[in-house]
Protein backbone atom coordinates (compact mmCIF):
# COMPACT_ATOMS: atom_id res chain seq x y z
CA UNK A 1 0.00 0.00 0.00
CA UNK A 2 2.81 2.62 1.34
CA UNK A 3 4.83 2.38 -2.01
CA UNK A 4 1.89 2.95 -4.11
CA UNK A 5 0.75 6.08 -2.57
CA UNK A 6 4.76 6.80 -2.65
CA UNK A 7 3.84 6.70 -6.63
CA UNK A 8 1.09 9.33 -6.77
CA UNK A 9 2.98 12.63 -7.20
CA UNK A 10 5.19 10.27 -9.96
CA UNK A 11 1.98 9.38 -11.85
CA UNK A 12 0.46 12.63 -11.03
CA UNK A 13 4.19 14.51 -13.03
CA UNK A 14 3.75 11.71 -15.93
CA UNK A 15 0.16 12.75 -16.45
CA UNK A 16 0.49 16.44 -16.75
CA UNK A 17 3.88 16.19 -18.38
CA UNK A 18 3.65 13.22 -20.69
CA UNK A 19 0.34 11.72 -20.55
CA UNK A 20 -1.58 15.50 -21.50
CA UNK A 21 0.80 16.72 -23.97
CA UNK A 22 1.28 13.28 -26.20
CA UNK A 23 -2.14 12.99 -26.25
CA UNK A 24 -2.68 16.81 -27.68
CA UNK A 25 -0.37 16.19 -30.30
CA UNK A 26 -2.20 13.63 -31.30
CA UNK A 27 -5.32 15.45 -31.41
CA UNK A 28 -3.90 18.02 -33.07
CA UNK A 29 -2.06 16.03 -35.55
CA UNK A 30 -5.27 14.24 -36.42
CA UNK A 31 -8.12 17.05 -37.10
CA UNK A 32 -8.24 20.34 -38.93
CA UNK A 33 -8.77 23.57 -37.97
CA UNK A 34 -12.21 23.19 -37.17
CA UNK A 35 -11.65 19.99 -35.25
CA UNK A 36 -12.81 17.75 -37.81
CA UNK A 37 -11.18 14.35 -38.04
CA UNK A 38 -8.51 14.60 -40.87
CA UNK A 39 -5.45 12.91 -42.34
CA UNK A 40 -4.78 15.03 -44.51
CA UNK A 41 -1.89 16.90 -41.98
CA UNK A 42 0.09 13.21 -42.06
CA UNK A 43 -0.16 13.36 -45.80
CA UNK A 44 1.01 16.57 -45.97
CA UNK A 45 4.23 15.40 -44.74
CA UNK A 46 5.01 14.23 -48.09
CA UNK A 47 6.33 17.76 -49.30
CA UNK A 48 9.03 17.54 -46.62
CA UNK A 49 10.29 14.41 -47.23
CA UNK A 50 13.67 15.64 -48.21
CA UNK A 51 13.92 17.65 -45.15
CA UNK A 52 13.09 14.40 -42.85
CA UNK A 53 15.91 12.69 -44.85
CA UNK A 54 18.26 15.56 -44.65
CA UNK A 55 17.75 15.59 -40.65
CA UNK A 56 18.19 12.16 -40.33
CA UNK A 57 21.09 12.01 -42.96
CA UNK A 58 22.84 14.79 -40.94
CA UNK A 59 22.54 13.43 -37.22
CA UNK A 60 23.43 9.96 -38.29
CA UNK A 61 26.85 11.95 -39.79
CA UNK A 62 26.95 13.56 -36.55
CA UNK A 63 26.69 10.67 -33.93
CA UNK A 64 29.57 8.84 -36.30
CA UNK A 65 31.68 11.82 -35.59
CA UNK A 66 30.53 11.75 -32.10
CA UNK A 67 31.42 8.05 -31.45
CA UNK A 68 34.50 8.25 -33.46
CA UNK A 69 35.89 11.84 -31.56
CA UNK A 70 34.33 11.00 -28.29
CA UNK A 71 35.78 6.96 -27.82
CA UNK A 72 39.46 7.91 -27.81
CA UNK A 73 38.70 11.12 -25.31
CA UNK A 74 36.21 9.15 -22.91
CA UNK A 75 39.06 6.84 -22.21
CA UNK A 76 42.09 8.41 -21.93
CA UNK A 77 39.85 10.73 -19.65
CA UNK A 78 39.13 7.06 -17.36
CA UNK A 79 42.70 5.93 -17.23
CA UNK A 80 43.41 9.59 -15.54
CA UNK A 81 44.74 9.02 -11.51
CA UNK A 82 40.85 9.77 -9.79
CA UNK A 83 41.84 13.72 -9.12
CA UNK A 84 41.84 14.71 -13.06
CA UNK A 85 39.22 13.17 -14.03
CA UNK A 86 36.97 15.16 -12.57
CA UNK A 87 39.09 18.08 -13.62
CA UNK A 88 38.73 16.90 -17.62
CA UNK A 89 35.09 16.23 -17.27
CA UNK A 90 34.39 19.35 -15.98
CA UNK A 91 36.16 20.97 -18.92
CA UNK A 92 34.06 18.35 -21.49
CA UNK A 93 30.99 19.71 -19.86
CA UNK A 94 31.61 23.72 -19.14
CA UNK A 95 30.62 24.75 -22.42
CA UNK A 96 27.00 23.65 -21.78
CA UNK A 97 26.60 25.64 -19.18
CA UNK A 98 26.61 28.65 -21.71
CA UNK A 99 23.39 29.49 -23.54
CA UNK A 100 23.83 27.44 -26.48
CA UNK A 101 23.04 30.51 -28.91
CA UNK A 102 25.68 31.98 -27.52
CA UNK A 103 27.58 29.32 -28.53
CA UNK A 104 26.48 28.78 -31.87
CA UNK A 105 26.69 32.85 -32.49
CA UNK A 106 30.26 32.17 -31.50
CA UNK A 107 30.77 29.42 -34.29
CA UNK A 108 29.60 32.36 -36.24
CA UNK A 109 31.87 34.82 -35.61
CA UNK A 110 34.73 31.89 -36.70
CA UNK A 111 33.40 30.77 -39.57
CA UNK A 112 32.41 33.55 -40.99
CA UNK A 113 33.67 34.88 -44.76
CA UNK A 114 35.30 37.79 -42.03
CA UNK A 115 35.30 35.73 -39.03
CA UNK A 116 38.40 34.79 -36.86
CA UNK A 117 39.31 31.12 -39.52
CA UNK A 118 39.47 32.87 -42.93
CA UNK A 119 41.05 36.04 -41.29
CA UNK A 120 43.93 33.92 -39.56
CA UNK A 121 44.43 31.99 -43.00
CA UNK A 122 44.10 35.53 -45.07
CA UNK A 123 47.66 36.01 -43.29
CA UNK A 124 49.13 33.13 -45.33
CA UNK A 125 47.53 34.17 -48.24
CA UNK A 126 44.78 31.65 -47.91
CA UNK A 127 41.19 31.03 -48.81
CA UNK A 128 38.81 33.58 -47.70
CA UNK A 129 36.79 29.61 -48.01
CA UNK A 130 33.52 28.80 -48.07
CA UNK A 131 33.20 27.33 -44.09
CA UNK A 132 29.61 28.79 -43.24
CA UNK A 133 25.76 28.10 -44.52
CA UNK A 134 26.50 24.48 -45.81
CA UNK A 135 25.67 21.16 -44.62
CA UNK A 136 29.16 20.68 -43.11
CA UNK A 137 28.66 23.70 -40.87
CA UNK A 138 25.14 22.34 -39.36
CA UNK A 139 26.69 19.29 -38.79
CA UNK A 140 29.79 20.86 -37.03
CA UNK A 141 27.29 22.56 -34.86
CA UNK A 142 25.30 19.53 -34.17
CA UNK A 143 28.84 17.52 -32.82
CA UNK A 144 29.92 20.72 -31.05
CA UNK A 145 26.52 20.67 -29.27
CA UNK A 146 26.24 17.18 -28.54
CA UNK A 147 29.10 15.52 -28.12
CA UNK A 148 29.16 15.74 -23.75
CA UNK A 149 26.60 13.56 -24.30
CA UNK A 150 28.65 10.77 -26.37
CA UNK A 151 31.60 10.97 -23.65
CA UNK A 152 29.57 11.18 -20.49
CA UNK A 153 27.64 7.61 -20.76
CA UNK A 154 31.07 6.67 -22.34
CA UNK A 155 33.25 7.31 -19.61
CA UNK A 156 31.02 6.22 -16.96
CA UNK A 157 31.37 2.62 -18.24
CA UNK A 158 34.95 3.17 -19.02
CA UNK A 159 36.07 4.18 -15.84
CA UNK A 160 34.51 0.97 -14.42
CA UNK A 161 37.12 -1.17 -16.91
CA UNK A 162 39.87 -2.66 -13.97
CA UNK A 163 43.47 -1.70 -15.09
CA UNK A 164 44.18 -5.28 -14.34
CA UNK A 165 41.82 -6.75 -16.89
CA UNK A 166 43.81 -4.36 -19.66
CA UNK A 167 47.26 -5.80 -18.14
CA UNK A 168 45.63 -9.47 -18.38
CA UNK A 169 45.31 -9.02 -22.05
CA UNK A 170 48.94 -7.44 -22.81
CA UNK A 171 49.86 -10.32 -20.50
CA UNK A 172 48.05 -12.70 -23.12
CA UNK A 173 49.33 -10.95 -25.90
CA UNK A 174 46.82 -8.39 -27.05
CA UNK A 175 48.61 -5.33 -28.56
CA UNK A 176 47.22 -1.98 -29.13
CA UNK A 177 44.57 -3.03 -31.67
CA UNK A 178 43.42 -6.04 -30.01
CA UNK A 179 42.59 -4.24 -26.65
CA UNK A 180 40.78 -2.16 -27.98
CA UNK A 181 39.04 -4.38 -30.18
CA UNK A 182 38.65 -7.39 -27.80
CA UNK A 183 38.49 -5.79 -24.16
CA UNK A 184 37.50 -1.65 -24.67
CA UNK A 185 35.02 -1.80 -27.50
CA UNK A 186 33.30 -5.12 -26.02
CA UNK A 187 33.22 -3.86 -22.41
CA UNK A 188 31.81 -0.16 -22.77
CA UNK A 189 28.58 -1.57 -25.57
CA UNK A 190 26.22 -0.38 -23.06
CA UNK A 191 27.80 3.35 -23.06
CA UNK A 192 28.63 3.11 -27.01
CA UNK A 193 24.45 2.70 -27.36
CA UNK A 194 23.50 5.16 -24.40
CA UNK A 195 26.15 7.92 -26.03
CA UNK A 196 24.85 7.27 -29.66
CA UNK A 197 20.99 7.01 -28.23
CA UNK A 198 21.47 10.20 -26.09
CA UNK A 199 23.42 12.33 -29.09
CA UNK A 200 21.12 10.60 -32.17
CA UNK A 201 17.70 11.87 -30.82
CA UNK A 202 18.44 15.42 -29.93
CA UNK A 203 20.30 15.55 -33.51
CA UNK A 204 17.22 14.45 -35.50
CA UNK A 205 15.18 17.28 -34.15
CA UNK A 206 18.26 20.09 -33.97
CA UNK A 207 16.55 23.33 -34.65
CA UNK A 208 18.29 27.60 -34.99
CA UNK A 209 21.51 25.81 -35.17
CA UNK A 210 20.89 24.35 -38.57
CA UNK A 211 19.25 27.90 -39.76
CA UNK A 212 22.18 29.59 -38.04
CA UNK A 213 24.93 27.72 -39.49
CA UNK A 214 23.21 26.60 -42.65
CA UNK A 215 22.33 29.62 -44.36
CA UNK A 216 18.59 29.23 -44.65
CA UNK A 217 19.57 26.74 -47.28
CA UNK A 218 20.14 23.45 -44.61
CA UNK A 219 16.93 24.08 -42.59
CA UNK A 220 16.32 20.58 -40.57
CA UNK A 221 12.59 19.36 -39.52
CA UNK A 222 12.99 20.77 -36.34
CA UNK A 223 12.57 24.13 -38.07
CA UNK A 224 9.71 23.09 -40.05
CA UNK A 225 8.10 21.69 -36.94
CA UNK A 226 9.36 25.65 -35.13
CA UNK A 227 7.69 27.29 -37.69
CA UNK A 228 4.00 25.64 -37.55
CA UNK A 229 3.86 27.05 -34.51
CA UNK A 230 6.08 30.07 -33.57
CA UNK A 231 6.66 31.50 -37.42
CA UNK A 232 4.45 32.97 -40.44
CA UNK A 233 3.24 29.18 -41.60
CA UNK A 234 1.59 29.55 -38.19
CA UNK A 235 -0.32 25.65 -38.37
CA UNK A 236 -0.33 23.97 -35.25
CA UNK A 237 -2.05 21.04 -36.72
CA UNK A 238 0.89 20.46 -39.45
CA UNK A 239 3.40 20.83 -36.62
CA UNK A 240 1.79 18.01 -34.45
CA UNK A 241 1.70 15.92 -37.29
CA UNK A 242 5.33 16.22 -38.42
CA UNK A 243 6.19 16.02 -34.69
CA UNK A 244 4.59 12.69 -34.03
CA UNK A 245 6.06 10.99 -37.41
CA UNK A 246 9.28 12.61 -36.27
CA UNK A 247 8.91 10.70 -33.22
CA UNK A 248 7.71 7.49 -34.66
CA UNK A 249 10.41 7.49 -37.54
CA UNK A 250 13.18 8.30 -34.16
CA UNK A 251 11.32 4.92 -31.74
CA UNK A 252 11.68 2.76 -35.05
CA UNK A 253 15.16 3.66 -35.80
CA UNK A 254 16.06 2.95 -32.05
CA UNK A 255 14.27 -0.34 -31.63
CA UNK A 256 16.08 -1.11 -34.70
CA UNK A 257 19.44 -0.53 -33.68
CA UNK A 258 18.77 -1.66 -30.13
CA UNK A 259 17.98 -5.36 -32.18
CA UNK A 260 20.79 -5.25 -33.59
CA UNK A 261 23.16 -4.33 -30.74
CA UNK A 262 21.51 -7.51 -28.82
CA UNK A 263 22.90 -9.28 -32.10
CA UNK A 264 26.07 -7.58 -31.88
CA UNK A 265 26.62 -8.50 -28.35
CA UNK A 266 26.51 -12.13 -29.29
CA UNK A 267 29.34 -11.99 -31.69
CA UNK B 1 75.73 -25.43 -13.55
CA UNK B 2 71.89 -24.47 -13.35
CA UNK B 3 70.52 -22.26 -15.85
CA UNK B 4 69.26 -18.98 -15.17
CA UNK B 5 66.13 -18.00 -16.49
CA UNK B 6 65.57 -14.74 -15.10
CA UNK B 7 67.85 -12.09 -13.80
CA UNK B 8 66.98 -8.84 -12.48
CA UNK B 9 70.16 -6.71 -12.07
CA UNK B 10 70.00 -3.35 -9.51
CA UNK B 11 66.03 -2.34 -10.18
CA UNK B 12 65.01 1.00 -8.71
CA UNK B 13 61.67 1.44 -9.11
CA UNK B 14 60.64 5.10 -7.42
CA UNK B 15 56.83 5.80 -6.76
CA UNK B 16 56.13 9.89 -6.20
CA UNK B 17 59.69 10.06 -5.22
CA UNK B 18 59.86 7.15 -2.73
CA UNK B 19 62.18 4.23 -3.15
CA UNK B 20 59.93 1.24 -3.10
CA UNK B 21 62.51 -0.87 -4.69
CA UNK B 22 65.94 -0.50 -3.64
CA UNK B 23 68.75 -2.00 -5.80
CA UNK B 24 67.16 -5.48 -6.30
CA UNK B 25 69.52 -8.40 -7.67
CA UNK B 26 67.60 -11.39 -8.50
CA UNK B 27 68.41 -14.64 -10.56
CA UNK B 28 65.46 -17.18 -10.69
CA UNK B 29 66.84 -20.56 -11.28
CA UNK B 30 64.75 -22.22 -14.32
CA UNK B 31 62.23 -24.91 -13.50
CA UNK B 32 62.41 -24.16 -9.95
CA UNK B 33 58.94 -23.15 -7.75
CA UNK B 34 60.71 -19.86 -6.43
CA UNK B 35 58.83 -17.76 -3.20
CA UNK B 36 58.58 -13.74 -2.92
CA UNK B 37 58.01 -13.55 0.77
CA UNK B 38 57.81 -10.76 2.64
CA UNK B 39 55.17 -8.88 4.58
CA UNK B 40 51.87 -5.86 3.07
CA UNK B 41 53.54 -3.55 1.06
CA UNK B 42 57.15 -4.97 0.38
CA UNK B 43 57.23 -4.70 -2.98
CA UNK B 44 56.69 -7.80 -4.09
CA UNK B 45 53.87 -7.32 -6.93
CA UNK B 46 56.29 -4.54 -7.69
CA UNK B 47 58.99 -6.79 -8.78
CA UNK B 48 56.66 -9.38 -10.47
CA UNK B 49 55.09 -6.29 -12.39
CA UNK B 50 58.99 -5.81 -13.69
CA UNK B 51 59.05 -8.93 -14.71
CA UNK B 52 55.36 -9.10 -16.48
CA UNK B 53 56.39 -6.14 -18.12
CA UNK B 54 53.57 -3.47 -16.63
CA UNK B 55 56.36 -1.60 -14.08
CA UNK B 56 59.30 0.29 -15.51
CA UNK B 57 62.40 0.85 -13.67
CA UNK B 58 64.25 3.59 -12.74
CA UNK B 59 67.26 2.21 -13.56
CA UNK B 60 68.43 -1.21 -13.60
CA UNK B 61 67.93 -4.51 -16.06
CA UNK B 62 66.20 -7.61 -16.80
CA UNK B 63 67.44 -10.29 -18.65
CA UNK B 64 65.57 -13.42 -19.88
CA UNK B 65 67.59 -16.71 -20.86
CA UNK B 66 70.40 -13.75 -21.13
CA UNK B 67 68.81 -11.40 -23.42
CA UNK B 68 67.86 -8.02 -22.23
CA UNK B 69 64.44 -8.05 -22.23
CA UNK B 70 63.86 -4.70 -19.68
CA UNK B 71 61.98 -2.45 -23.18
CA UNK B 72 59.98 -4.97 -24.54
CA UNK B 73 56.38 -4.82 -24.15
CA UNK B 74 54.29 -7.63 -22.21
CA UNK B 75 52.58 -8.80 -25.06
CA UNK B 76 55.92 -10.28 -26.88
CA UNK B 77 57.22 -11.68 -23.02
CA UNK B 78 57.46 -15.42 -22.94
CA UNK B 79 55.85 -15.30 -19.54
CA UNK B 80 52.24 -14.67 -18.12
CA UNK B 81 50.63 -13.75 -14.90
CA UNK B 82 48.25 -14.68 -12.82
CA UNK B 83 46.80 -11.64 -11.06
CA UNK B 84 46.49 -10.53 -7.48
CA UNK B 85 42.83 -9.86 -8.22
CA UNK B 86 42.06 -12.61 -11.03
CA UNK B 87 41.73 -9.70 -13.74
CA UNK B 88 39.34 -12.30 -15.85
CA UNK B 89 37.24 -10.73 -18.79
CA UNK B 90 33.85 -10.32 -17.30
CA UNK B 91 32.32 -10.42 -20.86
CA UNK B 92 33.42 -14.00 -21.70
CA UNK B 93 32.85 -17.09 -20.71
CA UNK B 94 35.14 -19.48 -19.25
CA UNK B 95 36.28 -21.14 -21.93
CA UNK B 96 36.98 -18.02 -24.42
CA UNK B 97 38.76 -16.58 -21.05
CA UNK B 98 40.82 -19.37 -21.09
CA UNK B 99 40.95 -19.91 -24.69
CA UNK B 100 41.92 -16.21 -25.16
CA UNK B 101 45.80 -15.94 -25.35
CA UNK B 102 45.55 -19.20 -27.97
CA UNK B 103 43.02 -17.19 -30.40
CA UNK B 104 45.17 -14.67 -30.32
CA UNK B 105 48.59 -16.52 -31.57
CA UNK B 106 46.03 -18.29 -34.07
CA UNK B 107 45.91 -21.79 -33.55
CA UNK B 108 43.13 -23.70 -35.03
CA UNK B 109 40.15 -24.52 -33.27
CA UNK B 110 40.76 -28.04 -33.17
CA UNK B 111 44.17 -27.30 -31.05
CA UNK B 112 42.50 -24.79 -29.14
CA UNK B 113 39.69 -26.80 -27.89
CA UNK B 114 41.97 -29.98 -26.83
CA UNK B 115 44.54 -27.64 -24.97
CA UNK B 116 41.96 -25.36 -23.13
CA UNK B 117 40.26 -28.99 -22.04
CA UNK B 118 43.90 -30.40 -21.20
CA UNK B 119 43.77 -27.28 -18.48
CA UNK B 120 40.79 -27.48 -17.25
CA UNK B 121 41.18 -30.97 -16.41
CA UNK B 122 44.52 -29.69 -14.53
CA UNK B 123 42.60 -27.04 -12.84
CA UNK B 124 39.50 -29.28 -11.95
CA UNK B 125 37.16 -27.22 -13.81
CA UNK B 126 35.26 -29.72 -16.91
CA UNK B 127 31.61 -28.92 -17.53
CA UNK B 128 32.05 -24.93 -16.65
CA UNK B 129 33.23 -23.83 -20.11
CA UNK B 130 29.77 -21.81 -20.72
CA UNK B 131 29.81 -20.76 -17.37
CA UNK B 132 29.77 -16.62 -16.98
CA UNK B 133 32.84 -15.32 -14.36
CA UNK B 134 30.46 -13.95 -12.19
CA UNK B 135 28.56 -17.21 -11.52
CA UNK B 136 31.89 -18.61 -10.34
CA UNK B 137 32.73 -18.78 -6.52
CA UNK B 138 36.47 -16.90 -5.71
CA UNK B 139 38.32 -20.34 -5.65
CA UNK B 140 37.05 -21.60 -9.01
CA UNK B 141 37.53 -18.10 -10.50
CA UNK B 142 41.11 -18.46 -9.53
CA UNK B 143 41.26 -21.82 -10.93
CA UNK B 144 40.30 -20.08 -14.37
CA UNK B 145 42.85 -17.52 -13.39
CA UNK B 146 45.84 -20.05 -13.05
CA UNK B 147 44.35 -21.83 -16.15
CA UNK B 148 44.35 -18.92 -18.92
CA UNK B 149 47.85 -18.06 -17.96
CA UNK B 150 48.82 -22.47 -18.31
CA UNK B 151 46.95 -23.11 -21.56
CA UNK B 152 49.83 -20.75 -22.92
CA UNK B 153 52.60 -22.85 -22.03
CA UNK B 154 55.00 -19.68 -20.73
CA UNK B 155 58.35 -20.69 -19.84
CA UNK B 156 58.07 -18.45 -17.05
CA UNK B 157 54.69 -18.42 -14.76
CA UNK B 158 53.97 -15.30 -12.39
CA UNK B 159 51.96 -15.57 -9.79
CA UNK B 160 51.09 -12.96 -7.22
CA UNK B 161 49.36 -14.19 -4.17
CA UNK B 162 46.94 -16.40 -6.08
CA UNK B 163 45.43 -18.20 -3.01
CA UNK B 164 44.91 -14.45 -1.07
CA UNK B 165 40.92 -14.99 -0.89
CA UNK B 166 40.83 -18.68 -0.07
CA UNK B 167 39.64 -20.69 3.07
CA UNK B 168 42.34 -22.65 4.27
CA UNK B 169 41.23 -26.01 3.57
CA UNK B 170 40.79 -25.22 -0.06
CA UNK B 171 44.10 -23.30 -0.20
CA UNK B 172 46.13 -26.14 1.12
CA UNK B 173 44.89 -28.52 -1.42
CA UNK B 174 45.20 -25.47 -4.03
CA UNK B 175 48.80 -25.49 -2.64
CA UNK B 176 49.57 -29.17 -3.62
CA UNK B 177 47.76 -28.67 -7.04
CA UNK B 178 49.64 -25.58 -7.91
CA UNK B 179 53.05 -27.43 -6.88
CA UNK B 180 51.79 -30.59 -8.56
CA UNK B 181 50.71 -28.22 -12.06
CA UNK B 182 54.64 -26.96 -12.04
CA UNK B 183 56.50 -30.36 -11.57
CA UNK B 184 54.47 -32.03 -14.18
CA UNK B 185 54.96 -29.11 -16.90
CA UNK B 186 58.26 -28.20 -15.85
CA UNK B 187 57.17 -24.48 -15.73
CA UNK B 188 59.80 -21.76 -13.52
CA UNK B 189 56.95 -20.49 -10.97
CA UNK B 190 57.91 -17.34 -9.26
CA UNK B 191 55.10 -17.38 -6.69
CA UNK B 192 54.01 -14.49 -4.23
CA UNK B 193 52.81 -14.58 -1.00
CA UNK B 194 52.92 -13.12 2.77
CA UNK B 195 52.07 -16.46 4.72
CA UNK B 196 55.66 -17.92 5.50
CA UNK B 197 54.45 -21.31 5.97
CA UNK B 198 52.55 -21.23 2.18
CA UNK B 199 56.50 -20.11 1.24
CA UNK B 200 58.19 -23.01 3.41
CA UNK B 201 55.90 -25.48 1.74
CA UNK B 202 55.60 -24.96 -1.31
CA UNK B 203 58.98 -23.73 -2.57
CA UNK B 204 63.22 -24.71 -4.18
CA UNK B 205 63.82 -21.03 -3.15
CA UNK B 206 62.56 -18.75 -1.06
CA UNK B 207 63.35 -15.01 -1.50
CA UNK B 208 62.23 -12.47 1.73
CA UNK B 209 61.50 -9.31 1.37
CA UNK B 210 61.57 -6.11 3.67
CA UNK B 211 61.15 -2.69 2.53
CA UNK B 212 61.98 -2.82 -0.56
CA UNK B 213 65.27 -4.82 -0.06
CA UNK B 214 66.14 -8.56 -0.28
CA UNK B 215 66.91 -9.80 2.76
CA UNK B 216 67.42 -13.10 2.28
CA UNK B 217 67.63 -15.86 -0.23
CA UNK B 218 67.73 -19.81 0.28
CA UNK B 219 66.11 -23.12 0.38
CA UNK B 220 63.35 -22.98 2.66
CA UNK B 221 65.50 -25.13 5.56
CA UNK B 222 68.19 -22.55 4.91
CA UNK B 223 65.96 -19.75 5.56
CA UNK B 224 64.31 -21.44 8.43
CA UNK B 225 67.43 -22.65 10.27
CA UNK B 226 69.68 -20.18 9.38
CA UNK B 227 67.72 -16.75 8.97
CA UNK B 228 70.75 -14.19 8.44
CA UNK B 229 69.19 -11.31 10.03
CA UNK B 230 66.92 -10.37 12.40
CA UNK B 231 63.85 -9.71 10.74
CA UNK B 232 64.12 -13.09 8.87
CA UNK B 233 63.97 -14.67 11.80
CA UNK B 234 61.35 -13.34 13.00
CA UNK B 235 59.13 -13.18 10.30
CA UNK B 236 60.00 -17.01 9.40
CA UNK B 237 58.23 -18.30 12.39
CA UNK B 238 57.76 -16.23 15.95
CA UNK B 239 61.23 -15.88 17.43
CA UNK B 240 62.66 -14.64 20.38
CA UNK B 241 64.86 -11.94 19.73
CA UNK B 242 66.64 -10.59 22.09
CA UNK B 243 69.52 -8.06 22.81
CA UNK B 244 73.18 -9.90 23.65
CA UNK B 245 76.94 -8.91 24.00
CA UNK B 246 79.43 -11.27 22.09
CA UNK B 247 81.95 -11.62 24.62
CA UNK B 248 84.08 -13.75 22.31
CA UNK B 249 84.14 -16.45 19.83
CA UNK B 250 81.29 -18.91 20.95
CA UNK B 251 80.89 -17.06 24.28
CA UNK B 252 77.36 -14.55 24.21
CA UNK B 253 75.62 -12.84 27.44
CA UNK B 254 72.29 -12.37 27.38
CA UNK B 255 69.27 -12.23 29.91
CA UNK B 256 71.68 -11.72 32.87
CA UNK B 257 73.68 -14.55 31.91
CA UNK B 258 76.52 -16.34 29.82
CA UNK B 259 75.96 -18.80 27.10
CA UNK B 260 77.80 -21.07 25.27
CA UNK B 261 77.12 -20.94 21.35
CA UNK B 262 78.21 -22.11 17.97
CA UNK B 263 78.73 -18.75 16.35
CA UNK B 264 82.11 -16.77 16.45
CA UNK B 265 84.07 -14.06 13.99
CA UNK B 266 82.07 -11.79 15.73
CA UNK B 267 83.99 -8.18 17.18
CA UNK B 268 84.95 -8.07 20.98
CA UNK B 269 81.77 -7.11 22.86
CA UNK B 270 79.99 -6.45 19.59
CA UNK B 271 76.50 -5.41 20.45
CA UNK B 272 74.14 -8.48 18.74
CA UNK B 273 70.48 -9.88 18.37
CA UNK B 274 70.05 -13.52 19.57
CA UNK B 275 67.20 -15.17 17.87
CA UNK B 276 65.75 -18.18 19.82
CA UNK B 277 62.96 -20.28 18.23
CA UNK B 278 60.19 -20.69 20.57
CA UNK B 279 60.60 -24.54 20.23
CA UNK B 280 63.65 -24.62 21.11
CA UNK B 281 63.63 -23.60 24.49
CA UNK B 282 63.08 -26.52 27.30
CA UNK B 283 61.15 -26.20 30.13
CA UNK B 284 62.64 -27.04 33.69
CA UNK B 285 62.59 -26.87 37.22
CA UNK B 286 63.55 -23.57 38.68
CA UNK B 287 67.05 -24.30 39.82
CA UNK B 288 68.27 -26.38 36.97
CA UNK B 289 67.65 -23.49 34.06
CA UNK B 290 70.10 -20.53 33.30
CA UNK B 291 66.89 -18.05 32.80
CA UNK B 292 64.29 -18.37 35.20
CA UNK B 293 60.72 -16.66 34.89
CA UNK B 294 57.05 -16.72 35.70
CA UNK B 295 54.78 -18.50 32.96
CA UNK B 296 51.92 -15.67 32.16
CA UNK B 297 49.57 -17.09 30.04
CA UNK B 298 48.97 -20.95 28.47
CA UNK B 299 47.74 -20.93 24.98
CA UNK B 300 46.83 -24.56 23.36
CA UNK B 301 47.82 -24.09 19.93
CA UNK B 302 46.60 -28.18 18.64
CA UNK B 303 49.80 -30.24 18.67
CA UNK B 304 51.80 -28.11 21.32
CA UNK B 305 50.79 -25.33 23.93
CA UNK B 306 52.64 -21.89 23.48
CA UNK B 307 53.81 -19.98 27.00
CA UNK B 308 54.59 -16.89 27.48
CA UNK B 309 57.29 -17.34 30.32
CA UNK B 310 58.45 -13.06 32.13
CA UNK B 311 61.39 -13.32 33.01
CA UNK B 312 62.49 -10.12 34.11
CA UNK B 313 60.97 -7.87 31.77
CA UNK B 314 61.46 -9.96 28.93
CA UNK B 315 58.52 -11.88 27.61
CA UNK B 316 59.67 -15.51 26.00
CA UNK B 317 57.15 -17.34 23.78
CA UNK B 318 57.64 -20.95 24.86
CA UNK B 319 56.35 -23.75 22.54
CA UNK B 320 56.20 -27.22 24.48
CA UNK B 321 54.11 -30.42 24.38
CA UNK B 322 53.53 -29.96 27.79
CA UNK B 323 52.67 -27.24 29.92
CA UNK B 324 53.22 -25.33 33.25
CA UNK B 325 50.31 -23.64 35.40
CA UNK B 326 50.00 -20.17 35.25
CA UNK B 327 51.93 -18.28 37.91
CA UNK B 328 54.11 -20.90 38.35
CA UNK B 329 58.35 -19.97 38.28
CA UNK B 330 60.45 -21.86 35.95
CA UNK B 331 63.25 -22.21 34.73
CA UNK B 332 64.71 -22.87 30.82
CA UNK B 333 67.80 -23.99 28.87
CA UNK B 334 68.87 -23.41 25.82
CA UNK B 335 71.04 -25.89 23.86
CA UNK B 336 74.43 -23.97 22.12
CA UNK B 337 73.17 -24.97 18.55
CA UNK B 338 69.85 -23.48 19.18
CA UNK B 339 71.31 -20.15 19.38
CA UNK B 340 71.22 -18.08 16.94
CA UNK B 341 73.89 -14.92 16.47
CA UNK B 342 73.20 -11.78 14.38
CA UNK B 343 74.64 -8.16 13.36
CA UNK B 344 72.20 -5.96 14.37
CA UNK B 345 70.29 -4.86 11.57
CA UNK B 346 71.45 -1.09 10.21
CA UNK B 347 68.60 1.07 10.69
N1 LIG C 1 51.05 2.89 -8.67
C1 LIG C 1 51.56 3.19 -7.46
N2 LIG C 1 51.67 4.48 -7.06
C2 LIG C 1 52.19 4.79 -5.85
N3 LIG C 1 52.63 3.89 -4.96
C3 LIG C 1 52.55 2.60 -5.28
C4 LIG C 1 52.01 2.17 -6.54
N4 LIG C 1 52.04 0.82 -6.60
C5 LIG C 1 52.58 0.43 -5.43
N5 LIG C 1 52.89 1.48 -4.63
C6 LIG C 1 53.52 1.42 -3.30
O1 LIG C 1 54.65 0.61 -3.39
C7 LIG C 1 54.79 -0.20 -2.25
C8 LIG C 1 54.95 -1.66 -2.66
O2 LIG C 1 53.77 -2.08 -3.28
P1 LIG C 1 53.54 -3.57 -3.75
O3 LIG C 1 52.22 -3.62 -4.40
O4 LIG C 1 54.70 -4.02 -4.54
O5 LIG C 1 53.49 -4.33 -2.36
P2 LIG C 1 53.26 -5.89 -2.07
O6 LIG C 1 54.51 -6.39 -1.46
O7 LIG C 1 52.78 -6.58 -3.28
O8 LIG C 1 52.12 -5.83 -0.96
P3 LIG C 1 50.82 -6.77 -0.75
O9 LIG C 1 51.30 -8.00 -0.04
O10 LIG C 1 49.96 -5.94 0.15
O11 LIG C 1 50.21 -7.03 -2.09
C9 LIG C 1 53.59 0.07 -1.38
O12 LIG C 1 53.97 0.93 -0.35
C10 LIG C 1 52.61 0.75 -2.29
O13 LIG C 1 51.84 1.68 -1.60
MG1 LIG D 1 50.90 -7.35 -3.85
Same mark, same amino acid.
Given at each position: MKSRILAIPYIVWMIIFTVIPLGLVIFFAFTSQSGEFTLSNIIAMNDYLDVLFRSIEFSVIATIICLILGFPVAFLISRLARGKQGTMLMIVILPMWINFLLRTYAWMTLLEENGLINRFLGLFHLGPFNLINNSGAVILGMIYNYIPFMILPLYSVMTKIDGNVIEAAQDLGCSGFHIITKIIIPLSKQGISTGIITVFVPSVSTF????????????????????QFLGNSYNPHLGSAMSLVLMVIVLLIMSLFNQFGSEEAVI | MENIIISLKDAIVEFDGEQILKKINLDI??????????? $????????????GGFQQMKSGSLYFNNKDITKLPPHKRQVNTVFQKYALFP????????????????? $?????? $?????????????GFEKRSISSLSGGQQQRVAVARALVN???????????????????????? #??????? #????????VTHDQEEALTMSDTVIVMNNGVIQQIGTPVDIYNEPENAFVADFIGDSNIIDGIMRKDFLVDFAGNSFTCVDSGFERDELVDVVIRPEDIKIVPQIQGAITGVVESVIFKGVHYEMIVDASGYKWKVQSTLHEEVGSLVGMNIEPMDIHIMHKMEC
Open positions: IISRMLGGGTNDLIGDIIES | IDKQFVTLLGP $SGCGKTTTLRIIHLNIYDNIAFGLKLKKL $SDKEIK $SRVQEVLELVNLIRPKVLLLDEPLGALDLKLRKEMQI #ELKNIQQ #ELEITFIY
